[in-house]
């Protein structure tokens, strides 16, 4: 088996495309005016964050002024979440609607919340992860700020109903955000047909560099500001605009929208070759919806293996992989997402996400399927 180097954690963040870097390079070097300047070079930086914001909020169905460009998703998550709160509390609303299975961005501004005397519900997923419309609306009061329900899960990828939410949520008048940070760029996104308030994204899970995002809000939702200062994202998210991250986000924006589909089928059809030959091994077990996932996802649990060792060994081999979110490496709590799906401790310990990336081979696969089995069987045999 010759070794080979394969990323396998695209979930927790994508390559930096080459085009996008060449797209961002003016604005690193001689592009370096401060766009609230006013004489040319400013002027250059200020046209290229205006384009780049019309291309973005174009590609996702929004208006160039309901996107707002932040540091990233958590950051977009904090403002959505927090902000909306604010937004809730000034008419005495201080209930907010969550699920168990969200990103920490999420869960830890409702902790927050909760300090600052909210009362926040969070929903129980069914054992694939979903949290149906019909739970949500159960749990609506009406003193509901805000409903907070993610687009696609990131350790198992599954698919919320996202639309339905939204459409129930404005029915009943209540503010709806969806972190949708993994599914811009890998499955089609409109901020219409989704219904939503907010939605937030995050340009280093496209091929954009780290360190830029951005919020849509809705026109019609005065959400109080997010960062007090200059008049920069219309007075509502002050500080120096980020013009080559911003630049790099449209640009992947752009080219993650480009045969969208054709490439989420190429992914779907080697991640299925892969979960076939996983969940061909023993003692194995699927996490996540079979269908309502992203194509490019697989989180399997491994019975009577830990996933530390398992992904230790897989890296010796040359594949990177994780157990759970990025997020959680680093402490030994189970992943809150699986134990929210009913899976126990041991079942959570023992489970890895594969999220593979558009440069991923057939060759890639095979070895990545070579490596796991005998990674597994190296393992399954020490642990007898
Ligand atoms: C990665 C991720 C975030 C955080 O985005 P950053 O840009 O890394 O801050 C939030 N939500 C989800 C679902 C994510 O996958």
Redesign the pocket.
């Known amino acids: 088996m010759q070794k080979r180097f394969v990323y396998c954690d695209n ?2 963040t994508t390559r930096l495309s080459p085009t996008v870097l060449q797209a961002m390079m003016p604005f690193f070097t001689e592009d370096f005016g401060n766009p609230s300047g006013s004489y040319k070079l400013a002027h250059h930086s200020a046209r290229a964050v205006l384009s780049a914001r019309r291309q973005a909020a174009d590609i996702l169905g929004a208006e160039a002024s309901e996107l707002f460009f932040t540091s ?4 977009a ?1 904090n403002w959505a979440v927090k902000s909306a709160a604010e937004l809730g509390a000034q008419s005495g609303k201080r209930h907010i609607v969550t699920t168990a299975v969200e ?1 920490h ?2 869960l830890n501004s409702c902790k927050y919340l909760e300090r600052q005397g909210f009362e926040v519900t969070y929903l129980m997923p069914d054992r694939f992860g979903i949290v149906s419309a019909e739970k949500v609306a159960a749990a609506l009061r009406a003193d509901t700020a805000l409903v907070s329900v ?1 687009l ?3 350790e198992v990828g599954t698919l919320m109903p996202v639309a339905e939410v939204g459409k129930l949520c404005r029915e009943r008048g209540v503010l709806f955000h969806t ?1 949708a ?2 599914a811009v760029g890998h499955i089609p996104v409109d901020v219409r047909s989704l219904n939503c308030d907010m939605l ?1 994204l ?4 496209f091929h954009a560099p ?1 360190g830029v ?1 951005a919020l849509f809000v809705r026109k019609e939702v005065r959400l109080p500001n997010f960062i007090d200062g200059g008049q920069q994202e219309y007075g509502r998210r002050a500080g120096t605009e980020n013009t080559a991250g911003i630049v790099g986000l449209a640009q992947a924006l752009a080219e993650s929208a480009e045969g969208m589909d054709e490439r989420a089928g190429r992914l779907r059809t080697l991640r299925d070759r892969l979960e076939e030959a996983v969940l061909s091994l023993p003692d194995t077990v699927l996490n996540g919806h079979k269908s309502l996932r992203l194509p490019s996802v697989l989180n399997v649990a491994f019975r009577g293996i830990e996933a530390e060792s398992m992904l230790v060994m897989l890296d010796m081999y040359g594949v990177s992989a994780s157990g759970g ?1 990025a997020c959680t490496t680093g402490s030994d709590a189970p992943s809150h997402v699986l134990t929210a799906m009913g899976a126990g401790a041991e079942q959570a310990r023992s489970s890895i996400r594969f999220s593979l990336g558009d440069d991923c081979t057939e060759e890639d696969i095979e070895y990545v399927i070579d490596t796991v089995t005998l990674c597994r069987d190296k393992l399954s045999k020490l642990s007898r």
């Open positions: 979930a927790a990233g998703g958590s950051e998550d990103h961005a999420v993610m696609a899960n990131n972190d940070v993994q937030s995050s340009g280093h899970k780290k995002g979110s």
